[in-house]
């Protein structure tokens, strides 16, 4: 299996992180949101 790296971890799916996930997309950097449960779960 290959290995993926990124620069960039949002820890946590909530509306926060979700939010910097959005700003880091509009920026053009490379991410990955890691969450524990599902995505906005507690929205």
Known sequence: MPVETVDTLVVGGGQAGLAMSEHLSKCGVPHLV??????????
Not at 34 to 43: C, K, P
């Open 34 to 43: 890691l969450e524990r449960d599902r995505i906005a779960e507690r929205w």
